[in-house]
């Protein structure tokens, strides 16, 4: 679970860098006049893809292993576990502990790749401005 999302992360972000990237050189669709719109839209709509489908992902696993009756306590409990939050409202069996810790785990990860892709959409408008 967590390579393939991580996997899928990487691939949408440097999808987006490129388009940007693209989108910086050639001046379409009026980039010239509103580079950090256009730069933090589209870092938002690949942040949240990524987040919600791995909180999605997280949370079909419990309940296809049969850890959640319904979908409500699974997608809960896959948000709290992949934010760290961790409240302890609802909790895994004893023999399937290890696997929220691996949602955190993976939540910590992601988080990091957010920053590092945020870190790169932010330098963009002033890539034009080097020697």
Same mark, same amino acid.
């Given at each position: 679970m967590m390579i393939v999302s991580l996997a899928v992360a990487i691939v949408l972000?440097?999808?987006?860098?490129?388009?940007?990237?693209?989108?910086?050189?050639s001046q379409a669709f009026w980039y010239s006049h509103m580079p950090l719109?256009?730069?933090l839209g589209m870092a938002t709509a690949c942040i949240l893809v990524v987040l919600t489908s791995a909180v999605w992902g997280w949370a079909l696993l419990y309940m296809e292993l049969g850890l959640f009756d319904t979908l409500e306590p699974a997608l809960y409990f896959s948000i709290v576990s992949f934010t760290t939050v961790g409240y302890g409202d609802v909790v895994l069996e004893p023999g399937w502990?290890?696997?929220?810790?691996?949602?955190?785990?993976?939540?910590?990860?992601? &988080?990091? =790749?957010? #920053?590092?892709?945020?870190?790169?959409? &932010?330098? =963009?408008? #002033?890539?034009?401005?080097?020697?």
């Open positions: 972000f440097g999808v987006a860098m490129r388009l940007l990237r693209w989108l910086d050189e719109a256009f730069d502990r290890l696997l929220a810790g691996m949602t955190a785990t993976h939540g910590l990860l992601n &988080f990091g =790749l957010f #920053t590092a892709f945020l870190v790169e959409i &932010f330098r =963009l408008p #002033t890539r034009s401005m080097r020697p």
